[in-house]
Nanobody
């Protein structure tokens, strides 16, 4: 069993930055593919960024160059650095774990994820 706890969300002005954290207990995160998703009101949950267990990052086109995913193995925590935030980035952000390590991870397929955190709210004002 794995438990994920997100934190770091908040209210920020457009152009600002936030760093989200996803702390895990139960298993070492460097053995799994990890990802951040977000869900805005009235919209489906969408893939934002992924980190393969090897350390290779992947990003949705909408956040490339602005967001960065990273991992601290000692703290068993995955981070999402959000820079140059826009009002359209407003959403609840969730982290998830893929325990099946495919050669080509299906990052955007929610059924590929075994565990989710409870989410953290990010609100970007214009």
């Amino acid at each position: 069993q794995v438990q994920l706890v997100e934190s770091g969300g908040g209210l920020v002005q457009a152009g600002g930055s936030l760093r989200l954290s996803c702390a895990a207990s139960g298993r070492p995160l460097n053995s799994y593919n990890m990802a951040w998703f977000r869900q805005a009101p009235g919209k489906e949950r969408e893939f934002v960024a992924g980190l393969k267990w090897t350390g290779i990052p992947y990003y949705a086109d909408s956040v490339k160059g602005r967001f960065a995913i990273s991992r601290d193995n000692a703290k068993n925590t995955v981070y999402l650095q959000l820079n140059s935030l826009k009002p359209e980035d407003t959403a609840v952000y969730y982290c998830g774990i893929q325990s099946r390590l495919r050669a080509l991870p299906a990052w955007a397929t929610m059924t590929e994820y075994d565990y989710w955190g409870q989410g953290t709210q990010v609100t970007v004002s214009s």
